[in-house]
């Protein structure tokens, strides 16, 4: 793994520099980033989680709905690697996923939960008809499965395609450049 984009304790001087700052300005402010960075890292698929929520907001008439994310903590033999149950009267997603699993894995599993989900509002919820419910009640696990093939395809399309000029930084002075010369 590179570490070209890497905060090191250097980095904090230069940027304490460069923004004419006192250090520990910048590194209080570190500090609290990596407390919620913790979270980015767990919002594995954070963007399909958010187009689906919005999504089942509106199929299902329930605005208050909501994905949650739940590791096991614990790799267990046998036990299937996520599961997923709708909770509080289907205004929570809930969905359990072994952490201990790599990272490749783990996005399968969760990206075939979110299938589940997906297929639930798009058939399932009040406008579907008796015979869309029981087409897709006989192929569920398979179309969320191939739901989760669609994601992940897609998000690996995305950045094996990161053109470095549009919209990736080559290293991190140029990171460091662009936000310096916000502040001119
Ligand atoms: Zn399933």
Known sequence: MSDEFLISEERLDIIAQT??????SVVDLFNDFCAIEYQIKDQRLAHISRVLETYFKVQTGNPEFSIEYVPYEVHTPRRRGSMSIYRKWFKKFTIYYDNTRPEREIRVNISHELGHLYLFARYCSSGGSD?????????TEPLSSIFGLFVVSNKNHFYENLSSTEHKHDNW???LNDFRNLCN
Do not use: D, H, L, P
């Not at 923004?19 to 520990?24: H, L, P, Y």
């Open 19 to 24: 923004f004419e700052i006192s250090r520990q």
């Open 131 to 139: 015979e869309t419910k029981s087409k897709y009640a006989k192929t």
């Open 173 to 175: 002075e140029s990171i």
